[in-house]
């Protein structure tokens, strides 16, 4: 087993429309490997074009 650490994270978001501002500045400060998001309140047709903002979406 490797022996690099990786930082994993989770945000409950409440909302991304009224949050996104602030979860970016949370990603670029705390720098997580992985990150879960709860909560987002999105459509499905909205989430994809908010996604596009956040770096490292898979």
Known sequence: ???TLRKIAT???NGIASRLPHLL?????EQPDIVGLQ???STQAAFPSRQSAM???V
């Open 25 to 29: 500045e949370w990603l670029q400060r």
């Open 11 to 13: 945000f409950n978001v």
């Open 55 to 57: 770096p490292g979406t």
């Open 39 to 41: 909560e987002l309140k």
């Open 1 to 3: 087993m490797s022996d």
